[in-house]
């Protein structure tokens, strides 16, 4: 029976729906790694809806793969241009041919020999993905590639080791034992819980502020700017006022007093 293009993927199966199949992580310090790389990213990008991140999560790229069961997935990886949505795995044919921009790999005993070559090979080769990055949360080992000519070309750290990701358009740098993402200025991303504890500083250092002035009258400035500054903050975070309000031991109303006043202006 000869089929035409539209008949045969009218009966095809919803290749979406193919589940994961990638061992766990080497440990809780990968995973712990791996969690940072996501949760900071999404923050930093949370305004975006262009882009999906995938982390221990299966790529699935032909249909001899699936006949070998030779599974590939990265522990980190980027996909830009594209529905930023839930996926139990990705599936190349069902993402209009796309492959990730940007891969991360953390090695381990068991995989760093696998990722420095068989990996790098087929990211380089069959995916063409722009860059590639591998990270030890052990030793530190840090390295990254860029695609030029069809071949990777070790992307030169500056003088602080870091790397310059072009699909990011961030740096890449190891501090504090933790391989972390860095402004074109050379600030480290911070976590949710980090911005939110800075919010909270600047509340506490308006206090002392107001405090010091020492006028019944210039205290009540200091504090209610600080007020108004830290709710501010803790708004363009994207946290709701219940949360904000119980962060800064206000009450509920003052908040939401001052998030209109924020709105109005």
Request: aromatic share 10%; proline share 4%.
């Amino acid at each position: 029976m000869v089929l035409t293009a539209q008949q045969l993927e009218a009966i095809m199966p919803d290749a979406t729906q193919l589940e994961s199949d990638e061992p766990e992580m080497e440990s809780s310090q990968h995973y712990t790694q791996l969690m940072l790389l996501v949760i900071c990213l999404e923050w930093l990008w949370r305004d975006r809806n262009d882009y999906f991140i995938g982390a221990n999560l299966t790529i699935y790229y032909s249909r001899q793969q699936l006949k070998n069961r030779d599974f590939r997935g990265p522990d980190f990886f980027l996909v830009k241009q594209t529905q930023k949505q839930p996926r139990k795995s990705w599936v190349v044919w069902e993402e209009n041919g796309k492959y990730p921009n940007l891969i991360i790999e953390l090695l381990s005993d068991s995989t760093a020999r696998v990722d420095r070559n068989l990996k790098k090979q087929l990211y380089q080769d069959n995916f063409r993905t722009p860059e590639y990055f591998w990270f030890d949360p052990e030793t530190m080992e840090f390295m990254g590639f860029r695609l030029q000519q069809n071949r990777y070309e070790e992307i030169q750290p500056n003088n602080s080791g870091w790397r310059w990701s072009q699909e990011l358009e961030l740096y890449l740098g190891v501090e504090g034992g933790q391989l972390c993402y860095f402004t074109a200025n050379g600030e480290r991303v911070p976590t949710p819980q980090e911005e939110a504890q800075q919010a909270q500083y600047a509340f506490a250092d308006g206090q002392q502020v107001g405090e010091e002035i020492g006028e019944q009258r210039g205290r009540e400035i200091g504090q209610q700017e600080a007020k108004e500054e830290a709710v501010a903050r803790m708004l363009k975070l994207g946290l709701s006022l219940e949360v904000i309000a119980e962060s800064l031991d206000l009450p509920l109303s003052v908040v939401q007093q001052i998030a209109n006043a924020t709105n109005n202006n």
